[in-house]
């Protein structure tokens, strides 16, 4: 099980690939850019027969965006060193003074010849003052901390 929870983490270390947070503006047009940091615990779940690791997910989001998230993380890595994940995540909170929630898809893959992260909010999934909420999650690993760059509209 340690194994399970060492892959994983090391997928979303993988996965987060290093960028410039840029000063928040406009952009797109109407969409917007909100940042901040969060902390993130991962719990593996018990899966005996399934050949993937399974991981419980638990964040909490500081700055721009306030709030929780909750969810699960499916990950998988052969022994050619491909590797793969794929987690559904419920955020509750705020983004910059507006409430509501919504759920974020994510992707990630790594191979020897490329890597991919892919995190957006699952068109209609939001609700209250986020209702029409549509846009992507960008994570930032650096020095052990996480941080995130949200490209939103409403």
Do not use: C, W
Not at 37 to 45: I, T
Not at 113 to 118: A, C, I, S
Not at 130 to 150: F, R, V, W
């Amino acid at each position: 099980m340690q194994k399970i929870l060492f892959i994983s983490f090391a997928l979303m270390l993988v996965f987060s690939l290093p960028a410039k947070a840029e000063d928040k503006q406009f952009i797109k047009g109407n969409s917007m850019k909100a940042e901040g940091s969060f902390e993130v615990k991962l719990d593996p779940a018990k899966d005996e027969v399934a050949p993937a690791g399974r991981m419980l997910i638990n964040k909490t989001y500081d700055g721009d965006v306030i709030g929780t998230g909750v969810g699960q993380m499916l990950s998988k890595r052969t022994e050619s060193g491909v590797a793969v994940y794929s987690a559904i995540e419920e955020f509750v909170g705020s983004i910059e003074g507006k409430s509501g929630s919504f759920t974020l898809s994510h992707y990630g893959f790594m191979s020897k010849e490329t890597q991919e992260l892919k995190i957006e909010i699952v068109p209609g999934s939001g609700a209250g003052e986020l209702a029409s909420i549509s846009g992507s999650l960008q994570i930032i690993q650096s020095e052990g901390k996480h941080s995130y760059i949200l490209t939103y509209s409403l």
